[in-house]
Every structure is written in structure tokens, then in C-alpha cells.
């Protein structure tokens, strides 16, 4: 295309970085913008203080303008109240997809159209593909151990005609070789990690949603309903987890089944972990919805393997066609054709 007017979401990192300069190459007219948007204390996220600072740092390198947009009050009430009412209700929620739905790709993407650029651009690994109906959809990057189609599966066609991901067709070692070449300053800087708004340090989770809400005690039982010990913040428990439930076990256990309203907790061995099915909700495609008795491959975390499973009930049941680990209610759930992107939801009780 060339020429287009594109934004660039600067975040500070390496891949951003890249990002710019590809499409600089390819002779388009590039900005750069960075968000603020979590303004409290955080050490591990993408929007500190000096993450702008390198992000300013790389648009003069790049000789290229630089917004800085201050997004704070979408961030708390589309990413940061739902986490903390999610862990109220006993559920395992995904923020990092919350801030892509309604941050990354709606706010910032309303803000360029508003500035009359043509298209936003992310350091995002994931590939923008034509589709065989015309338009464009998703599908997983080439690196596939970076791959972050699952963050950004709830783009629907129509914002992804908008989204240019140029990295996505780079190994994440190409990235760095680029950004060592052009003498990047985010060249070795390393990924982030973690939810941005959670400080490592500091007492972490539990710290900040004891500051927002009440944290409870809970009966830890086994299987069979007999009482095992209890623990302190039912809220901060989630299906799946082994340690740190507080209580001691000869045996490996696991949380089967987290009940907030009831406080309870039930461990269970890796065998009572396994699940044949997931129910999703808030179901959204890149284009045409999964039909049923279609043979998806499902991703049910961020680094998870993808498992087989067929879709039923318009894909708000899927039955994995070999028992896997049961999802945690409130993660989301992505559906893929090989390596196409059709789209997810949401993990539901039951």
C-alpha cells in the first residue's frame, strides 16, 4: 500500500520498536504513540515510566513524532475493576485480553481515526492474513514459541482491516538482529512479563486486591468432602494451582474446585483435574463463526498447547476429543482452524 498514514502503539519494547522501523521502510508515514495507562505502582508491566521514556527514546531515534495518550480511566474500568471483581466472584480473569478488547484496539484505534490515520500498527507476534472471502483475519505468528494470537483473538474482521502487525512475520531472534542493526536502544531489552498492574514485589496479587476487596477464609477439603485445613484469601485461588494453598499434603494436590460465595476449596489429584468439555460465553469471531461438529484446535491459556476438540451448541460447548486440564472459569478460550484464527470466549462454570 505505502504512504498510509500509520500509528504505531509504542510501548517501549523491542518489538514496537521494530515494527516502526519496518513500516518506515516500506515507506509509510509513521508516528509513534505510547499509552499510560495503569498510574499506580507496577515493576514487571508495559506502561511504567521509563518504558515511555525508551519509547520516546526510539521515535527520535526513527526520527518520527511521538503521542503519548493517557488511556488511565479505560484501563481501570475496562481492565483493572473487572480483574478485581472477577477474583470477588471466584474467577480467573485475563487482563491482558481485556486491555487488547477494549484499550489497545478500540480506544487507540478510534484516537488515529480521530487523527486521520489510516491504520494502527502493534509489536504484536501474530500474522494479519488475507481471507478467502475477502478482508483480512489472524492467524499464529512464525515464531511460534512468541506467538500472541491468543491475546488478540476477540479482533473482529473489521478492526484487524485497520491493524498492521509487521513483526509477526519475524522470528523473535530477526527482531533483535533488526534492532541491534538500526541500533535500537530496546534492542536486548527484555520482554515484559506479568500483569502490568501487579508489582512482583510488595505482596504482589494479593497486596493489590486486598487493598479493593475483602479477602476470606476457606475450608480446604479433599474429595471427599473431608476438611483438610484451611486458607486464608479464598480469591487468590485458582483452578489448577498446586502450591500455596496452605495446606500439607504428603501427595500431590491440586485446586479442582474453587466455591468463593461458600468458601470453599477442594483439592483433588491431577486425574480429577481432567475435563472432557468447556462451556464458553461472550463468544466473538474474526469472521464467520465455528460451525458445529467442526474439529477446532483450542488454546486455553496464553502459553498453553493447543488441544483437538469438536464444537457443539455454536461453539458455547466444546468436547476436547481426549480428557485435558480443566480450564479455570473467567480465562479465555481460543478456537483455531490449524493455524487460522476463528475466534473464543470465555471459560464458564460448569
Not at 516502526?20 to 505510547?34: S, Y
Not at 477494549?102 to 487523527?115: C, P, S, W, Y
Not at 491468543?150 to 533488526?178: D, I, N, S, W
Not at 494451582?241 to 474453587?258: H, I, L, P, T
Request: proline fraction near 3%.
Amino acid at each position: 500500500m505505502g504512504m498510509d498514514r500509520i500509528l504505531v502503539a509504542l510501548s517501549g519494547g523491542v518489538d514496537s520498536s521494530v515494527a516502526a522501523a519496518m513500516l518506515l521502510d516500506e515507506g509509510h508515514r509513521v508516528e509513534g504513540a505510547t499509552l499510560k495507562l495503569w498510574g499506580g505502582e507496577s515493576d514487571s508491566g508495559c506502561c511504567s515510566v521509563a518504558d515511555v521514556d525508551d519509547a520516546r527514546r526510539v521515535a527520535q531515534q526513527l526520527g518520527i513524532r511521538h503521542h503519548v495518550f493517557n488511556f488511565g480511566a479505560d484501563f481501570d474500568a475496562h481492565v483493572v475493576d473487572p480483574y478485581v471483581a472477577a477474583h470477588a466472584e471466584g474467577l480467573t480473569p485475563n487482563p491482558c485480553v481485556e486491555c487488547n478488547r477494549h484499550v489497545k484496539f478500540d480506544r487507540l484505534l478510534h484516537r488515529a481515526e480521530q487523527l486521520g490515520f489510516d491504520a494502527i500498527a502493534t509489536g504484536h507476534h501474530v500474522r494479519r492474513v488475507p481471507l478467502v472471502n475477502g478482508g483480512f483475519g489472524l492467524a499464529r505468528a512464525v515464531d511460534r514459541a512468541k506467538d500472541q494470537s491468543y491475546v488478540v483473538h476477540m479482533l473482529g474482521k473489521a478492526v484487524v482491516a485497520r491493524c498492521l502487525f509487521p513483526v509477526g512475520e519475524l522470528t523473535k531472534a530477526e527482531v533483535r538482529q533488526r534492532a541491534t542493526a538500526l541500533g535500537l536502544r530496546t534492542a536486548d531489552k527484555p520482554d515484559s512479563q506479568d500483569v502490568c498492574f501487579i508489582a512482583r514485589t510488595n505482596g504482589g496479587r494479593r497486596t493489590f486486591l486486598g487493598s479493593r476487596i475483602p479477602l476470606r477464609s476457606a475450608t480446604v477439603v479433599d474429595m471427599a468432602g473431608a476438611t483438610l485445613g484451611t486458607t486464608d484469601a479464598v480469591e487468590l485461588i485458582t483452578i489448577g494451582q498446586r502450591r500455596g494453598v496452605g495446606v500439607a499434603m504428603g501427595e500431590r494436590r491440586y485446586v479442582v474446585d474453587v466455591d468463593v460465595p461458600g468458601q470453599r476449596v477442594v483439592l483433588g489429584g491431577i486425574e480429577d483435574l481432567r475435563a472432557d468439555h468447556v462451556l464458553l460465553g461472550q463468544l466473538s469471531w474474526v469472521d464467520a463463526p465455528a460451525h458445529d461438529d467442526e474439529q477446532v484446535l483450542v488454546q486455553c491459556s496464553a502459553h498453553g498447547d493447543p488441544v483437538a476438540a469438536t464444537v457443539r451448541s455454536g461453539a458455547q460447548r466444546l468436547e476436547f476429543n481426549q480428557p485435558t486440564h480443566r480450564v479455570a472459569p473467567g480465562q479465555s478460550v481460543v478456537l483455531y482452524r490449524n493455524d487460522l484464527v476463528l475466534g473464543g470466549g470465555i471459560a464458564q462454570r460448569g
